[in-house]
């Protein structure tokens, strides 16, 4: 189901304050981290942490050093052309990696307007670092997997004037940012702010795959999410909001989709090659995989290995069943899949948030259920019991479900 995405610009926007109201909104971390590892194996490890900014709840992207790498590991600042080249050899899904390429291409001429060079010579100093490259492929990423097709910016808050500081050797230049304001051709911007709100990277996300908003969009709004930015001025909340949901204003109902069941039953694969299997179908594309004990021929005690995909995805799940497992021979056939709308909220509990995935028909809550990954989050941050945050975000879940179905 595709779904508009409106930026709303609060206090500032940056590429790490983008990907984090992203994942506050419910993108998984895990196909953000497949993805930024991908292109930078090992380099980083990053999460999405809760703070405040102005006194409103937000994420905000917590990066470190990958495994092994050095903290204080220096790149040359390298153009734009290497890092579009680093998406190109990753294994990145086309549209994740179409996005990833048409952002930095857009950096690329912005740089080279400013800078009067062709736009294979222009060097990004640096916007040239990985830290961009996780930003800009970190968000593709985000987008795909939360299956954003329309990406509206609300109006940017930009410095009417000052300086931002010399860098490598530069001299000082004037806000708002040369680079930034030719990369926003065609938005609308609000004044009253100081310092470097907008940055280039963010700019180049809007430019690249949004387009300027007058208004808040007819939606059914979904899931909410807010990335925070470094630093906490007293003059405004240094927040972006994100707003994802359907476009139109009519409650989605449930969708029946056609998908692909394939399945294989086995007797003779160690407990350990099952597990490879499962994740190897799951990388492929599947939906969801699962085993189910059986009674094999002769009496032998055996397995049944079952995975569910989308029609295209049939291919390659069924090479995986063939590459993984020692069967001779699978079955496949379609199935009619009835499916709730989906949505995200977040429920605040006594020490922390948590994210609830909420299934709707017709506009009413039927069910909702914590996300584990918080819970686990949570419980380790304070060191409780994760079943006992799981109840309290469950009760809290319930909550939400009771209170929608009485409006």
Known sequence: MTAVLYVDV?????GDMLLAALLDAGAPKTAVRDAVDAVLPGRFAFDAVATTRGGMRA????IEPGPGVPHDQALEPR??????????????????????????????????????????????????????????VGIAAALEALEVEDVLVSALPLEAEGMLPARHGHPAIPLPAPVTLE?????????????EVVTPTAAAVFAALGRPADSFPEMTIGSIGYGAGTNDPPDRPNIV?????????????????ELVVLEANLDDLTPELVADAVRALFAAGALDAWTAPILMKKGRPGFK?????EPEAEPRLRTVFFESTSTFGGRSHRVARAELD????TVELTEGSVRVKLGLLDGRVITA???????????????????AVYEEAAAAARAIGYADSDR
């Open 305 to 309: 290995l079952s995975a569910i995909g």
């Open 59 to 62: 994420s905000l992207l917590r």
């Open 183 to 195: 990369l926003l051709r065609g938005f609308r911007t609000r004044a009253g702010v100081t310092g």
């Open 79 to 136: 153009s734009s052309r290497d890092l579009i080249a680093a998406v190109e050899r990753a294994n990145l899904a086309p549209r994740v990696a179409a996005a990833a390429r048409s952002v930095l291409e857009c950096l690329e001429e912005a740089e080279s307007r400013v800078h009067g060079l062709p736009p294979n010579e222009a060097t990004l100093h640096e916007l040239g670092d990985d830290d961009t490259l996780l930003d800009v």
């Open 342 to 345: 989906r949505q995200v909220a």
């Open 241 to 257: 909001r994100v707003v994802v949901g359907p476009k139109g204003a009519e409650p989605m109902r449930a969708v029946t989709r």
């Open 10 to 14: 609060v206090g500032g926007a940056a």
């Open 369 to 387: 259920a914590p996300e584990h990954d918080d819970v686990a989050a949570l419980a380790a941050r304070t060191g409780r019991a994760v079943r």
